[in-house]
């Protein structure tokens, strides 16, 4: 089991700059969550999807954010214009319907400048 | 608004000491409860699950629900240097695939 694989692990760009993070989840796993972690702000929900369906939006902060889960094994999260204060961590997890403990991935670390 | 309290600490223990993290939610209906560490620079890592009012121990770990007053808590015996990490307090609230809401954890330092 490789667990929820996540891309780019590190990643410094200038604002204004696209950012694609990905998620690669665990095999089996229904749903699918974005988080960001700030430290003011704590481990905030973005956006999940269940089946590959986005079921709530409602965390995205603005317009800028945009989500797809193409697949059951691929999902991206999109940052476009980016600003600084989108710098952040930002974890996929996954969670099977079997139970409803959620498994993170180990997070991309995103530096706006 | 469904939300998860914790006190953000640092919470500073003595080496062999109990360690104590409590959690308050706001969600009445809420089914499941979980404490997730993480360690600086890391994701976090889940640890403890909790279902039912009452205790549950797994090791060095006993985790404490109790729905009536929607408190959950975490006791760590014996603490050790390798348990200083922040600690999350998680909720599902609907007891289903609908993800976890979050406290904003406790930042625990054990001192040896």
């Known amino acids: 089991d490789a667990g929820v694989i996540q891309s780019p692990r590190h990643e410094v760009t200038e604002m204004g700059q696209e950012v694609t993070l990905r998620c690669k989840p665990i095999?089996?796993?229904?749903?699918l969550f974005w988080y960001r972690q700030t430290m003011m702000r704590g481990l905030e929900l973005l956006i999940y999807f269940n089946n590959n369906v986005p079921i709530d939006d409602s965390g995205m902060p603005e317009d800028r954010f945009s989500a797809k889960m193409p697949n059951a094994s691929f999902s991206t999260l999109k940052i476009q214009p980016s600003e600084p204060r989108d710098s952040a961590v930002y974890f996929c997890?996954?969670?099977?319907?079997?139970?409803?403990?959620?498994?993170f991935g180990e997070g991309s670390w995103l530096t706006v400048v | 608004q469904k939300e998860v309290e914790q006190n953000s600490g640092p919470l500073s223990v003595p080496e062999g000491a109990i360690a104590s993290l409590n959690c308050t939610y706001s969600d009445r209906g809420s089914q499941s409860f979980f404490w997730y560490r993480q360690y600086s620079g890391k994701s976090p890592e889940l640890i403890m699950s909790i279902y039912s009012n009452g205790d549950k121990e797994d090791g060095r770990f006993t985790a404490q629900l109790n729905k009536a007053s929607q408190y959950v808590s975490l006791l760590i015996r014996d603490s050790q240097p390798s348990d200083s990490a922040t600690y999350l307090c998680a909720v599902n609230p609907g007891g289903g695939a609908d993800g976890l809401t979050f406290g904003k954890g406790t930042h625990l330092i054990i001192q040896p």
């Open positions: 095999s089996g796993h229904n749903s």
């Open positions: 997890a996954g969670q099977s319907r079997f139970g409803d403990t959620i498994y």
